[in-house]
């Protein structure tokens, strides 16, 4: 895997701090900064590709990197804080560019999106067409258990449990690079669905990028729909062990944290005292994974 796989952003929809809360995370966030602030979620792969292209991708590439050389983006689905149009505009409006285009990958129902950005003008401009006309942007249909090859990486995208704005099932993608390293990038699904589970038993993971969207707050269901909290992950790590996907050897990652009921701090110190059998780490803004993993 390559060096530059950045956590562009660790938060749920609204970030933390939402700009119109003061509850106690929020108001923390505001007095501590740091790790304690997290942008709309998206992740830097490498040079060439990213997952999902959102609400707070221009401001965060001014401080983790332009993307001039931005490639390809996987999109899970089309909720607005994982996809924002008027990224698509920006690269068109660049007076520099590389020639290749932004490849968009949706997959199964969520690329029903694109004869929406086609045919409806109010949506970036009414200029969908002339960007793919000029080579600006390229859409692409993937489709859940079918692997594809994307930027050096054999893709597979299974199905998450979680609906977006086109009532399609969110996308998490199976990565494998070209020496057989895997990384699992399991954001914004609640408890896995059965097909899922299934697609990843035997398969081994070096590295589960995974989602822990409510943290800490509690009474909530043991196996949730669309999203996880603290609990259902440390569960979920034991069913994934169970089933050898994962091992002693896997390195976690938690992100899409909203601002329900846990700091970074807290969720770090929750997860010390679980005693998991395998690493893991809260992630934050700017993290990029260790040059060992």
């Known amino acids: 895997m390559t060096k530059n796989r950045i956590f562009y952003g660790t938060g749920a929809a609204e970030g933390i701090p939402d700009p119109f809360c003061r509850c ?20 830097r792969v490498n040079e060439e590709l990213c997952i999902d292209l959102g609400a707070d991708a221009a401001s965060q590439a001014t401080v983790l990197g332009d993307l001039i050389g931005l490639h390809h983006v996987l999109y899970t689905h089309t909720h607005e804080d994982h996809f924002c149009p008027m990224m698509l505009q920006m690269r068109g409006m660049a007076t520099h560019r590389e020639e290749e285009p932004l490849h968009l990958y949706w997959t199964d129902r969520a690329y029903d999106i694109v004869p929406f950005l086609r045919n409806d003008t109010p949506v970036i401009k ?7 006309e000029k080579g600006v942007i390229q859409f692409h249909q993937l489709h859940f ?12 995208p299974l199905r998450g449990n ?14 494998t690079d070209a020496n057989g390293k ?11 669905l059965p097909d899922t589970f299934q697609a990843l038993k035997g398969r081994h ?16 269901d043991r196996h949730p729909d669309g999203h996880l909290h603290a609990f259902a992950l440390v569960e979920l790590l034991n069913v994934l062990r169970d089933q050898g996907t994962i091992d002693e050897t896997t390195q976690v990652f938690a992100t ?16 010390k005292k679980q005693d998991l059998f395998c690493p893991l780490t809260v992630a934050w803004d700017g993290m990029q994974l260790p040059e060992d993993v």
């Open 162 to 175: 979680h609906i977006g704005s086109l009532g399609e099932n969110s996308a998490n993608y199976l990565l």
């Open 145 to 156: 258990g079918q692997e594809t090859n994307i930027a050096g990486f054999r893709v597979l």
């Open 256 to 271: 899409h944290i909203c601002h329900w009921t846990s700091t970074h701090q807290q969720l770090v110190e929750y997860f």
């Open 126 to 132: 009414g200029n969908t067409r002339q960007l793919e």
């Open 182 to 192: 895997t990384l699992y990038y399991g954001l914004d699904t609640g408890w896995y």
């Open 24 to 43: 106690p995370v929020c108001e923390n966030a505001r007095k501590v900064g740091g790790k304690e602030i997290r942008h709309r979620t998206m992740f």
């Open 205 to 220: 993971l070096d590295i589960l990028i995974t989602e822990c969207t409510f943290g800490l707050t509690p009474n909530m």
